[in-house]
């Protein structure tokens, strides 16, 4: 019998689509799962008559392999991945390949691909965006770990994942250790922005434009023609067109408490401990947190008894500066988003192709759309480039936008529609291009109570002073570093 060119273990149905589509582009694929009925019953069921071979054990499953042998496990992120690590490496030879397709914490992948290494295997964190549907149809894949992998598993990746108008493919590798899952990291905290970013619109144009659900249906239908087309404007229209049984707007009866699974909050803690603002995708984090408190916001909403007043200017003139500041704010999302992958490819050694990374993100994930293109060619055009604000064509675009931007983040602020993430962003904005900031003052403020010492603008950087501010200070200062 043929031995399978792939196992994947973990049948949920990321991972059932996954194996469907394998087989469907010309691989068989070996399958196992802790709980064997669920093989069973997918053997039988979906891929009865298809080259997928039903395992009931780990043994069955390695025993089934083509060598090198390349175990795809789809675990939940944690101590599952670990736990099966150390079921598989006693099972396969040198050289054999694990894969991580789950949503690991980049630490967690660099750890493992160390460990994995060091027992003569190679391993691969791969970052999988899309969905159940993209699973199926072609995701976008993200692969780092261990370089000498990605030829062997190179074929399989890039015949199941998506595919941009040219052909290319939505997959390409990322970097040693993890690299791949860092990036699929700050993928989820792009879409964690673009999503809040989305959710503030609608606000805007529920609470303070007072528009109804069809009239919102409609915007959306137009906004994905113009330079916002993506997947997730696609399906704002679509959930904004939809009716529940009684005709009435199904997401108006979805309790506003949202969900997260961690993505979002580690790209948050990532910035904070390489000291780069990502404060857009911080307060969409926030608001997701905000939402969840619920029952307490539904009691101070009757405290304060706060009404939106009535808008009385252009409504269509205002829903295109809508249009504009969210365009607006999407870039500087994905500003930040990419200060934070150069930053972190210092920090931790890796070589990231940046035009690569946007190209990947171009189809199969949740956070597809036409501009991420635009980037693809700032980044070609200049790989070094240390900001995209700096990129011609978002230079000259944002300069567009700002007058619109400033309207809507005023509007919000003044009539008391809650937008934190554009409002944010446009802050960053302001701060980004602030030739001098007010940390003169808090450096001043720092030496004078803790001796922490500022640098002068008439010296050397690297030069430290201190200065006695109350005459019974002293002069010693205390050292200096960055935390």
Not at 73 to 90: H, T, Y
Not at 238 to 250: F, R, V
Not at 324 to 340: D, H, R, V
Request: contains cysteine; proline residues 4%; glycine residues 10%.
């Amino acid at each position: 019998m043929k031995k399978a060119d792939i196992g994947l273990i973990g049948l949920a149905v990321m991972g059932e689509n996954l194996v469907m589509n394998m087989e469907s582009k010309g691989f068989t694929v070996a399958v196992f799962n802790r709980t064997t009925a669920k093989v069973d019953a997918f053997v039988e069921g979906r891929a009865a008559g298809k080259n997928i071979i039903g395992c009931h054990s780990l043994q069955e499953l390695v025993d089934n392999l083509a060598k090198p042998r390349k175990v795809f496990m789809m675990v939940k992120a944690g101590g599952a991945v670990d736990s099966m690590i150390e079921q598989l490496l006693p099972l396969l030879e040198d050289g054999d390949i694990l894969i991580d397709g789950g949503n690991s914490h980049f630490p967690d992948t660099i750890r493992r691909t160390e460990y994995v290494e060091s027992k003569g295997k190679l391993y691969v964190g791969c970052g999988v965006s899309g969905g159940e549907e993209g699973a199926l149809k072609g995701p976008s894949m993200m692969p780092g770990g261990s370089p000498a992998a990605w030829p062997y598993v190179k074929p399989i990746f890039q015949a199941i994942c998506a595919k941009v108008e040219d052909g290319s493919p939505c997959c390409d590798w990322v970097g040693e250790n993890g690299a791949g899952h860092f990036v699929k990291m700050v993928h989820n905290g792009i879409e964690y922005g673009d999503m809040q970013l989305i959710c503030e619109a609608y606000q805007l144009m529920r609470d303070l434009l007072g528009l109804s659900y069809d009239e919102m249906h409609e915007i959306f239908t137009k906004w994905n023609e113009t330079e916002l087309d993506s997947y997730l404007i696609e399906i704002t229209r679509d959930i904004l067109g939809y009716k529940d049984e009684d005709g009435s707007p199904l997401v108006e009866h979805i309790r506003d408490t949202a969900g997260q699974k961690g993505t979002g909050k580690w790209t948050g803690i990532a910035a904070l401990d390489e000291g780069v603002p990502l404060t857009l995708i911080g307060e969409a984090v926030f608001a997701r947190c905000l939402s969840a408190m619920k029952e307490e916001r539904v009691e101070a909403a009757k405290a304060f008894d706060r009404k939106i007043p009535v808008f009385t200017g252009d409504k269509e003139a205002f829903i295109e500066a809508i249009r504009q500041a969210l365009f607006a704010s999407k870039i500087i999302s994905y500003a930040q988003g990419y200060t934070l992958m150069r930053t972190a490819a210092e920090h931790y050694g890796w070589n990231l192709n940046y035009g690569g990374i946007a190209l990947m993100w171009r189809g199969g994930c949740i956070i597809r759309s036409v501009f991420l293109g635009k980037i693809k060619e700032a980044y070609d055009k200049d790989p070094n480039l240390s900001n995209l604000l700096l990129d011609p064509y978002f230079k000259e675009t944002i300069e567009k936008l700002v007058p619109s931007w400033r309207t809507v983040a005023a509007a919000a602020l003044s009539y008391g529609v809650p937008a934190p993430a554009m409002t944010s962003a446009l802050s960053y904005f302001d701060g980004y291009t602030t030739e001098r900031l007010p940390a003169n003052l808090l450096q001043a403020q720092r030496d004078y109570f803790g001796a922490h010492t500022y640098e002068r603008l008439d010296a050397p950087r690297g030069q430290f002073f201190h200065t006695n501010w109350t005459g019974h200070g002293g002069n010693t200062a205390a050292s200096t570093y960055n935390a």
